[in-house]
């Protein structure tokens, strides 16, 4: 697989002055690694060792898809506030730029015991301990999160008491 960092951009002061804003979509666009990179997620001790996914809203949605397809996985959900129908759970986050909610439908959560997380990138950790409050409130497990990148200097990683399988670390 080539190097995945050369296929992810920095955009500085975006979303405001002061964010180093890493997108992962070249990734996407590079067939090859992309499906290399699908086959190795999908292939997690964190995943296998759960019964369903779960995937944050926006790029989160691109990877959990394709590594449910993959991992035979059915995949529930996180999304902001006002995006989904039926009865709901909700939690609030912080980003390193501002704050936001999360939503589940509480129907797909009754369904499974056991839940990894997939999203594109760990940054400070809000969003997915958002996803993780909401599974554990529902009475389940977190099994781990998956994601594609894992930004260390903002050590994200520690608010978890629960595997992080990152494929790479910059």
């Known amino acids: 697989m080539k190097n995945l960092e050369s296929l992810i951009k920095t955009y500085n002061d975006f979303p405001k002055e002061g964010i180093a804003f890493k997108d992962i979509l070249g990734i996407i666009q590079d067939t090859e690694v992309f499906r290399e990179l699908i086959l190795k997620m999908s292939s997690n001790k964190v995943i296998k060792n759960s019964e369903a996914i779960i995937s944050i809203e926006a790029r989160g949605f691109i990877f959990g898809s394709a590594i449910s397809l ?9 999304r902001k506030p006002g995006k989904l129908p039926g009865e709901l759970i909700q939690e609030n986050y912080h980003l390193e730029y501002g704050e936001n909610s999360l939503s589940m439908q509480k129907e797909g959560l009754k369904r499974f015991s056991s839940y990894a997380i997939v999203d594109d990138l760990l940054a400070t950790g809000g969003t997915i301990n958002c996803v993780a409050n909401l599974i554990k409130k529902s009475g389940k497990e977190v099994c781990g999160v998956v994601t594609v ?19 790479i670390s910059i």
């Open 70 to 78: 993959q991992a035979s996985k059915p995949m529930l959900v996180a």
């Open 149 to 167: 990148v894992e930004l260390l200097e903002l050590n994200g990683k520690s608010k978890f008491n629960f595997p992080v399988e990152s494929i």
